[in-house]
Each structure stands twice: as structure tokens, then as C-alpha cells.
């Protein structure tokens, strides 16, 4: 059962492949703001993993992010998402990650509870309505 006070932690660390720099958000070689939103994502689909039935899985719908301070390559990175509220399919977190030294963001994040093959029948379906308007 999904109830609020789930939580997980992920640690990670920073792989030059993961900075600003690399991903063309930056120019510094820090973690950069898309990996540690993606790392976040994570953490709070860990959290609840465990807990949906076979067939299910979440989606990202909401990142009210705050990336606080630089995480330089290979530094360890600690997140740790904690279900904060369930409304029937919706799943809110609070996200806070942590390096070595600093506090380095926080985050509310939003996730919704699907059935993956329906999911996916929906997107194949407009895979191929944007392949029949690409070929008119």
C-alpha cells in the first residue's frame, strides 16, 4: 500500500559525463541541474517501487526545484526522497540532496501511479500519428 512517510536514498557519484558541461546547461564540470533533478526522480521512484502491483510503474509530472550549491566530479551525492502526500494516483516528495560538505538541493515532486501497457499503447499510438503527419 502507497502511504505517505515512504522514503529512499540513493547515493551517487559524479561522473564527468553529468556536469554542466557535458550536458551543454553550463560551462562548469559540476553536477550539473538536469542529472541531479534526474537523480532525484529516482530516489522517489525508489521510495515507492515496492509498493505498486505488477504492471505499474510512475511518471514525473512536477520538479519545483532549487539546485543550492556546486558538486564537483567525483564526489559522492546523497539523495533521500520521502512520500509526503497520495491523492488516489498522485504521488507528492520532498527531495533533499546532500555531497560530501553541503546541502546541494531540495525539491517537490510530483509523480502519477500507471498501468505501463496502457501507458505505452497510448504513446505508440502517437508515434504513429506523428509519423503519418512527418510523411504528408
Not at 530516489?43 to 520538479?63: F, K, M, R, S, Y
Not at 558538486?71 to 520521502?82: D, H, K
Not at 520532498?94 to 525539491?107: C, L, M, N, P, T
Amino acid at each position: 500500500m502507497i502511504e505517505p512517510g515512504l522514503s529512499a536514498e540513493i547515493v551517487h557519484i559524479v561522473a564527468p559525463g553529468e556536469t554542466a558541461a557535458a550536458y551543454g546547461s553550463g560551462l562548469v564540470p559540476v553536477l550539473s541541474t538536469p542529472h541531479l533533478i534526474a537523480l532525484m526522480e529516482g530516489a522517489a521512484q525508489a521510495a515507492i517501487a515496492p509498493c505498486l502491483d505488477e504492471g505499474q510503474t510512475t511518471v514525473g509530472t512536477l520538479v519545483e526545484m532549487r539546485h543550492l550549491a556546486a558538486t564537483p566530479v567525483g564526489m559522492q551525492v546523497r539523495v533521500r526522497a520521502e512520500l509526503t502526500a497520495v491523492d488516489e494516483k498522485r504521488l507528492r516528495f520532498h527531495i533533499e540532496a546532500w555531497d560530501d560538505v553541503e546541502k546541494v538541493g531540495e525539491a517537490q515532486h510530483e509523480r502519477y501511479v500507471i498501468d505501463l501497457a496502457r501507458f505505452m499503447r497510448r504513446v505508440e499510438g502517437k508515434a504513429g500519428q506523428g509519423e503519418a503527419l512527418r510523411g504528408r
